[in-house]
């Protein structure tokens, strides 16, 4: 696959974004014509020649070693999912092959017998394309207006083609950004990932605000934080999250998410209400609330 055009972006913005003084340098005479370091800075930090960074931030990154990746990570100052980012480039620019459209991951039972037995959180499995392929039924009630009448949701659709996610989601513009910081992180991983490539490609065509921040090259890999819904059956709700790998053996990946409230808060109360309406709720009714209070 021929990535030079992500690794020459993603160098060049890292670069961009830090001063000489930020990087222990003496700022240098006259008007500086790009912002952050200069490419020569760069391999003085990194202690490689002008030339073979160039030719580095150029996209010629097949064959060269982890050392010397891991020094231009520090002189970029790259946090973890960036370096992981990087050294992901450098793996998908080696010899290609062939693209491989993956199915949706096909999880054990007892994977769905796990997400059944947690009645008191919002659990579900999703792959790295971010389709949610499991759910208990609180999870599925959590994040009722994601799924279409197939059945089938995906965060990032329904984050950037759906206009109910800006009500969804109080602060879209950081859960946006989140969306595809994780898909950015994924293409570098997977990237003759298909399925992937195509649901960028859909998005970049439709969703102007997708091509901006999938531009921005930035990435993230994480693992718990916290997340404000205002769902349109209990209102507000925030709630806490934590995600693990699930090792099922399937090439997509899937990961577990699990949210809670913080015991005796109104989150909470509003979480058990959800659960309550849940389970007397009919599959269709779950699937397209409509004129809820919010």
């Given at each position: 696959?021929?990535?030079?055009?992500?690794?020459?972006?993603?160098?060049?913005?890292?670069?961009?974004?830090?001063?000489?003084?930020?990087?222990?340098?003496?700022?240098?005479?006259?008007?500086?014509?790009?912002?952050?370091?200069?490419?020569?800075?760069?391999?003085?930090?990194?202690?490689?020649?002008?030339?073979?960074?160039?030719?580095?931030?150029?996209?010629?990154?097949?064959?060269?070693?982890?050392?010397?990746?891991?020094?231009?990570?520090?002189?970029?100052?790259?946090?973890?999912a960036e370096?992981?980012?990087?050294?992901?480039?450098?793996?998908?620019?080696?010899?290609?092959?062939?693209?491989?459209?993956?199915?949706?991951?096909?999880?054990?039972?007892?994977?769905?017998?796990?997400?059944?037995?947690?009645?008191?959180?919002?659990?579900?499995?999703?792959?790295?394309?971010?389709?949610?392929?499991?759910?208990?039924?609180?999870?599925?009630?959590?994040?009722?207006?994601?799924?279409?009448?197939?059945?089938?949701?995906?965060?990032?659709?329904?984050?950037?083609?759906?206009?109910?996610?800006?009500?969804?989601?109080?602060?879209?513009?950081?859960?946006?950004?989140?969306?595809?910081?994780?898909?950015?992180?994924?293409?570098?991983?997977?990237?003759?990932?298909?399925?992937?490539?195509?649901?960028?490609?859909?998005?970049?065509?439709?969703?102007?605000?997708?091509?901006?921040?999938?531009?921005?090259?930035?990435?993230r890999i994480?693992?718990?934080?916290?997340?404000?819904?205002?769902?349109?059956?209990?209102?507000?709700?925030?709630?806490?999250?934590?995600?693990f790998e699930?090792?099922?053996?399937?090439?997509?990946?899937?990961?577990?998410?699990?949210?809670?409230?913080?015991?005796?808060?109104?989150?909470?109360?509003?979480?058990?209400?959800?659960?309550?309406?849940?389970?007397?709720?009919?599959?269709?009714?779950?699937?397209?609330?409509?004129?809820?209070?919010?």
């Amino acid at each position: 696959m021929d990535n030079r055009s992500d690794i020459r972006d993603f160098l060049t913005s890292r670069r961009a974004r830090i001063t000489p003084e930020q990087a222990g340098l003496l700022p240098g005479g006259g008007r500086r014509r790009v912002p952050g370091l200069r490419r020569e800075e760069v391999a003085v930090l990194a202690g490689v020649s002008t030339d073979w960074y160039t030719r580095l931030e150029k996209g010629h990154i097949s064959g060269v070693s982890e050392d010397v990746l891991e020094a231009v990570a520090r002189a970029l100052r790259l946090d973890d999912a960036e370096r992981t980012y990087l050294f992901d480039l450098a793996r998908a620019a080696r010899p290609a092959r062939t693209p491989q459209r993956r199915s949706r991951a096909q999880l054990p039972p007892s994977v769905q017998w796990m997400l059944d037995s947690m009645t008191g959180s919002a659990a579900f499995v999703a792959n790295r394309r971010l389709d949610i392929v499991a759910s208990n039924t609180l999870g599925r009630a959590l994040h009722a207006p994601l799924f279409d009448p197939r059945g089938a949701a995906n965060f990032a659709r329904f984050q950037f083609l759906d206009p109910r996610a800006h009500d969804f989601y109080p602060d879209w513009s950081g859960a946006a950004n989140v969306t595809v910081a994780l898909l950015r992180a994924e293409a570098g991983r997977r990237p003759n990932d298909t399925q992937l490539r195509e649901l960028v490609g859909e998005l970049s065509t439709v969703s102007a605000e997708f091509r901006t921040r999938w531009a921005a090259h930035d990435v993230r890999i994480h693992h718990e934080g916290a997340k404000q819904f205002r769902h349109p059956v209990v209102g507000t709700l925030d709630l806490t999250y934590r995600t693990f790998e699930v090792p099922t053996g399937d090439a997509s990946d899937p990961r577990l998410t699990i949210y809670t409230a913080e015991p005796g808060s109104a989150s909470e109360d509003a979480l058990k209400l959800l659960a309550s309406w849940a389970a007397t709720a009919t599959a269709p009714t779950a699937e397209a609330p409509a004129t809820d209070r919010h």
